[in-house]
């Protein structure tokens, strides 16, 4: 089965400081995705990245960037975090022919 | 634009009642539709899909049908159990023209069984 690992379950930061989440898959897939999730909003998609340091921004972009040096790994970086990005942050990848998602456990990250 | 809508929760049923939960869309082109189920603490998991019309997506006892008349993919299970409790998505994936297909996803409909 396909493995999408998120480094960490729980985070907490501080304002202002710099935050990277990170997300690794196992099965070769060129494409990965960062969403947040929030109550009452669902899943809105951050960045997505189709092949290696190709990226582009999903519906909510601002206020973060991502890196994607080597296949297989997608980070997320808040470059000053802020209160109102206390969210869970999920990560995802998927390949063609059908492009359904798996998912990472999620990284509930909470800023102070 | 294109979008999901799901109906809202949350649905409580008694065990081994019978569950639907709907689902409609609004879309330019020809998705493939899923249903993803989220458990308590965890990462959504997928379900079931269907990629064309007419399409039939099973797994788990739960079943959706892919109804293009209707833009609709309706989740249904016919004997709920308590370990079912969980949020259910609805999405649908379509290519925008560019490398990839972008999911998008209904707001999630939280389900509680009670024994």
């Known amino acids: 089965d396909v493995k999408v690992t998120q480094s960490s379950r729980y985070l907490v930061k501080r304002t202002g400081e710099k935050v990277f989440l990170e997300c690794v898959q196992d099965m070769d897939h060129e494409n990965m995705f960062w969403y947040r999730q929030d109550p009452g909003l669902g899943l809105r998609l951050i960045y997505f990245s189709y092949d290696v340091k190709m990226k582009e921004k999903g519906d909510i972009p601002e206020g973060y960037s991502v890196s994607r040096e080597k296949k297989e790994r997608f980070s997320l970086i808040l470059e000053s975090a802020s209160t109102n990005q206390t969210s869970m942050y999920l990560c995802?990848?998927?390949?063609?022919?059908?492009?359904?998602?798996?998912f990472g456990s999620g990284t509930r990250l909470t800023v102070v | 634009g294109d979008s999901v809508t799901q109906m809202e929760g949350p649905v409580t049923l008694s065990e081994e009642a019978f569950l639907t939960i709907n689902c409609t869309y609004t879309?330019?082109?020809?998705?493939?539709l899923f249903w993803y189920v989220q458990y308590p603490g965890e990462g959504l998991q997928l379900l079931l899909k269907a990629t064309k019309a007419d399409d039939k997506g099973s797994n788990k006892g739960f079943e959706a049908t892919y109804r293009k008349e209707t833009t609709s993919f309706h989740l249904e299970k016919g004997s709920v159990q308590v370990s079912d409790s969980a949020v259910y998505f609805c999405?649908?994936?379509?290519?925008?023209?560019?490398?990839?297909?972008?999911?998008?996803f209904g707001t999630g409909t939280l389900l509680a069984v009670q024994p």
């Open positions: 879309a330019t082109g020809y998705p493939s």
């Open positions: 995802a990848s998927s390949a063609p022919p059908e492009y359904g998602y798996t």
């Open positions: 999405a649908l994936s379509l290519n925008y023209g560019g490398a990839t297909n972008k999911l998008i």
